[in-house]
């Protein structure tokens, strides 16, 4: 079943994960849908200081939006700042450090990001990691884990109250077409099981949990609409380190950063995102399947609810 999967995986990325995909896709995109300003909304953008992040970043503040781009690093933080203040010449682009993958550091951050009276209109949630050794944070979490479901799941409840406040909140999930390959597994989250380990498909398990979640959250929290989204196989730094054989191989049909950042954008500030309903999984613009068909991959509701509970039992010991 794992080789059918990868297969009929492998077969649909060429033909719609690449850049002739994304040319094929953007013929049918509606011209005004991202002739927007958006002056006077915030939006924050985890994992902002390269790639997927930063050309989200640099987009957003181009049409005038306020933006806060919240770095690991603090130093290419400062440099990605620099470089979406100069290009755009929007003076409202302000940088926060903080490592996703340590709970209470988040917690923190949201404390005093609120304090501070900033507002919040829009989430979204790019910041992950792909570690193919098994590593573990000081914490005692998994790396992977840590960064892109843990990390994920505590920023985005923590600024639910925050997001509430606002008109029109929106949050939005980086995910991976790489997660249809992978059925929800509740019983093993940080891979203690996975012998041997395997970055690539814990990293895939991740981004499943990240479709899952995006679901939940859309029931639990109607106010404010979810989203996840596949940019597609982009050219990024994140790629080239953790993916260096894929990339050497694909490297002249990845797409640009920008390429793939685009729905990103879109679901981030067109009105025309909101005319779908709130927790489905878009590519290109479009709302698409979260699963392969005859892939056996869909999660029993129970299984959904198990993952969430655990996610809130371990965010709460993390608060302590």
């Known amino acids: 079943m794992s080789f059918f999967r990868n297969t009929i995986w492998f077969v649909k990325g060429m033909k719609e994960y690449t850049k002739g995909g994304y040319a094929s896709a953007s013929k049918n995109f509606r011209a005004g849908d991202l002739a927007?300003?958006?002056?006077?909304?915030?939006?924050?953008?985890?994992?902002?200081?390269?790639?997927?992040?930063?050309a989200t970043a640099m987009a957003l503040a181009q049409r005038g939006g306020t933006v806060?781009?919240?770095?690991?690093?603090?130093?290419?933080?400062?440099?990605?700042?620099?470089?979406?203040?100069?290009?755009?010449?929007?003076?409202?682009?302000?940088?926060?450090?903080?490592?996703?993958?340590?709970?209470?550091?988040?917690?923190?951050?949201?404390?005093?990001?609120?304090?501070?009276?900033?507002?919040?209109?829009?989430?979204?949630?790019?910041?992950?990691?792909?570690?193919?050794?098994?590593?573990?944070?000081?914490?005692?979490?998994?790396?992977?884990?840590?960064?892109?479901?843990?990390?994920?799941?505590?920023?985005?409840?923590?600024?639910?109250?925050?997001l509430s406040k606002a008109t029109d909140p929106r949050v939005i999930i980086v995910s991976s077409g790489g997660m249809l390959t992978k059925s929800l597994d509740v019983e093993d989250l940080q891979f203690e099981r996975m012998q041997p380990f395997d970055g690539t498909s814990a990293y895939a398990q991740n981004k499943r949990q990240q479709i899952v979640m995006t679901e939940q959250y859309a029931k639990k929290f109607p106010d404010i609409h979810f989203s996840s989204m596949h940019p597609g196989w982009?050219?990024?730094?994140?790629?080239?380190?953790?993916?260096?054989?894929f990339y050497e191989k694909m490297e002249t049909r990845l797409r640009t950063v920008e390429q793939g950042a685009d729905?990103?954008?879109?679901?981030?500030?067109?009105?025309?995102?909101?005319?779908?309903?709130?927790?489905?999984?878009?590519?290109?613009?479009?709302?698409?399947?979260?699963?392969?068909?005859?892939?056996?991959?869909?999660?029993?509701?129970?299984?959904?609810?198990?993952?969430?509970?655990?996610?809130?039992?371990?965010?709460?010991?993390?608060?302590?």
């Open 234 to 245: 982009a050219d990024t730094p994140a790629v080239q380190t953790s993916m260096p054989g």
């Open 68 to 162: 806060h781009i919240v770095c690991r690093n603090k130093e290419r933080g400062e440099e990605a700042r620099t470089e979406i203040t100069e290009t755009t010449g929007n003076q409202n682009v302000f940088l926060h450090e903080l490592d996703t993958s340590k709970p209470a550091d988040i917690y923190a951050f949201v404390k005093t990001f609120e304090a501070s009276g900033n507002a919040l209109h829009v989430l979204i949630n790019n910041a992950g990691c792909m570690i193919n050794t098994r590593s573990v944070t000081d914490d005692g979490l998994e790396k992977n884990f840590a960064t892109n479901t843990l990390g994920t799941h505590v920023l985005t409840t923590a600024l639910i109250p925050l």
């Open 36 to 54: 927007v300003d958006v002056t006077g909304r915030s939006f924050m953008i985890t994992g902002a200081n390269s790639g997927l992040g930063k």
């Open 263 to 320: 729905t990103i954008v879109w679901l981030a500030a067109s009105p025309a995102a909101k005319t779908h309903k709130s927790g489905l999984f878009f590519q290109d613009r479009h709302p698409t399947s979260t699963h392969l068909p005859l892939s056996f991959t869909k999660s029993r509701p129970e299984q959904d609810q198990q993952l969430m509970d655990k996610l809130d039992e371990m965010a709460a010991r993390c608060r302590q």
